[in-house]
């Protein structure tokens, strides 16, 4: 951890937006009501007076502007924006001198319910004197994860990834998973981790659980996860902030976890310290590495792997002890940067086998689905755990096969699941060799095997961006659309072949294909994911 080293004004609340610092140098409240607005995606605009308030309904995660900088809007007085409570009372986000003298607010509702927009001239003057015009919007989260503070969606590599920090100092992201995790069942969390090129920056990651997503906690030191209410905090640390003493920190990158809200002691971790790698290498040294977090409500073991290797193992009951009995809560990743700094992101993880798995497929077995794998060779392999994901990033077990432990022949394994999903669901083969190291597979889509369900396609399949079908039936038509609901590709038909191979450029993430005859009669949709 990274104690900030640029002294900033003391406020009460310190809210990063739109890659600006803002701090409050009054607080603004009261003013006249004036009526609701129902921001859209494009610029609205309404004219108003200083000294006006406006009421708007919120989403969770969803992104709104009010500005003066743009989208028509107009002022000749030196405005103040500040976004209240329902009540009025409470600030959110204060915003003064943005752009010139006029002020702009990028705000990510961290709730649904009410809010205010309250129009100020400088200095919180509400005289109603001076006409001016508001633009708003709002922008719908479109994706995954609800991002704070200076977090983006960022492509890397061919991947939708989420960057918490650009290399800059003075950064605070965070990034909150839209759906939660159950902590009454055992799961895998695997994620791909930058955490920099610079092995003197700072400061460093964490993945924290909570019941309730909120904005960021605080920065520097803290990781972007301080303060954070009924939080399960795993710290990934990139600095020695506890020199000499070394209680809560190690100068080894290191991990740790935390229950109390605060990463900078003066009291030891709940958990850890301990170096991320046992030859106390860094973190933060150009390279992607491999993160998993794993959960067993049995034994309330909470295990952590870098690059499949075991480095932490933390036992509690955190149910009941942290999340205040809630077994289902929320989860996200932080990172934060101080007068130092290192970009930090992370990506889905897409990882192939190193025990030579030159074939992993799956097809229906009347009802059920049938995973087959072959390994060309072992070596002190103990088992395959196989895994199922909504996903691709929370993974729950399915089954454990036994391996062979060595082999320089190639060997074939089959399963049959039986279990009727509900929805989409991926296959994983996790490799678990004698020493309890891990290495993963990539994605497999399970199907829709049931009898009644139509057999236009019978199995779909995807690597490299190549998209494998196989046709129950000739002059069957197909296109493929992102989950926006737009084509990304014209229509195609499979004419005389039972089997075609669709090459495109598509880029990592989830796609639907949809496929019907040529009578269109029948018809189906099939998600399928792509990896690159």
Not at 325 to 343: E, I, K, R, S
Not at 372 to 388: G, M, P, Q, V
Request: hydrophobic share 35%.
């Amino acid at each position: 951890m990274f104690a900030q080293t640029i002294i900033m004004k003391q406020t009460i609340l310190l809210l990063l937006f739109s890659g600006f610092c803002v701090i409050p140098l009054l607080a603004c409240t009261g003013g006249t009501a004036a009526g609701t607005l129902t921001p859209s995606a494009a610029y609205q605009t309404v004219a108003t007076q200083n000294g006006r308030y406006y009421t708007i309904n919120v989403v969770q995660c969803n992104q709104y502007e009010f500005t003066f900088c743009a989208g028509g809007a107009s002022s000749g007085i030196d405005t103040q924006l500040t976004l209240l409570n329902a009540a009025g009372v409470t600030e959110i986000v204060y915003a003064d001198d943005i752009c010139s003298s006029n002020a702009s607010i990028n705000w990510t509702a961290t709730f649904t319910g009410t809010v205010r927009i309250l129009i100020s001239k400088y200095n919180c003057n509400h005289d109603l004197t001076s006409n001016v015009t508001l633009a708003y919007r709002m922008v719908a989260n479109t994706g995954n994860y609800c991002l704070n503070g200076n977090a983006s969606y960022q492509t890397i590599g061919g991947q939708s990834c989420i960057e918490l920090t650009p290399e800059t100092v003075n950064q605070t992201g965070c990034a909150w998973n839209n759906t939660v995790i159950d902590f009454n069942q055992p799961f895998n969390l695997t994620l791909n981790y930058y955490f920099g090129n610079n092995i003197n920056g700072a400061d460093g990651t964490t993945f924290t659980f909570q019941p309730n997503p909120t904005a960021c906690g605080t920065a520097g030191g803290q990781l972007g996860a301080g303060g954070i209410p009924n939080s399960l905090v795993i710290e990934f640390d990139t600095y020695d902030n506890d020199n000499p003493a070394h209680i809560y920190d190690l100068l080894a990158d290191h991990i740790a976890v935390e229950i109390d809200g605060n990463l900078q002691g003066p009291a030891a971790p709940y958990c850890g310290p301990t170096p991320a790698f046992a030859s106390s290498a860094n973190l933060d040294d150009g390279v992607t590495h491999i993160i998993t977090i794993s959960w067993d409500p049995s034994t309330l073991n909470l295990k952590i792997y870098v690059d499949g290797n075991l480095r932490l193992t933390c036992n509690g009951n955190f149910v009941t002890s942290v999340f205040g009995g809630d077994n289902t809560v929320y989860w996200g990743a932080t990172a934060a940067t101080g007068g130092l700094n290192n970009q930090q992101y992370f990506c889905p993880s897409t990882v192939v086998l190193p025990v030579e798995l030159s074939v992993f497929k799956t097809d229906c077995d009347g009802e059920s689905n049938r995973l087959f794998w072959k390994a060309e060779t072992e070596s002190r392999l103990d088992h395959y755990l196989i895994e199922y994901t909504y996903d691709g990033q929370i993974f729950y077990p399915l089954s454990s096969i036994q391996a062979s432990g060595s082999s320089e022949v190639p060997l074939e394994y089959s399963y049959i699941d039986q279990r009727k999903w509900e929805k989409q669901i991926y296959y994983r083969l996790t490799a678990v060799d004698m020493d309890g190291k891990l290495d993963y597979s990539d994605l497999i889509s399970a199907f829709n095997c049931s009898a009644d369900a139509k057999k236009l396609i019978t199995n779909l399949s995807s690597e490299e961006g190549i998209i494998s079908i196989h046709f129950a039936d000739k002059a069957i038509y197909y296109q493929v659309y992102d989950l926006n609901g737009k084509s990304v590709t014209e229509v195609l038909n499979n004419n005389d072949k039972s089997e075609n191979q669709l090459i495109t450029s598509l880029t990592q993430g989830v796609y639907i294909l949809k496929a019907w005859n040529k009578q269109e009669t029948i018809s189906e949709n099939h998600r399928f994911l792509i990896q690159k």
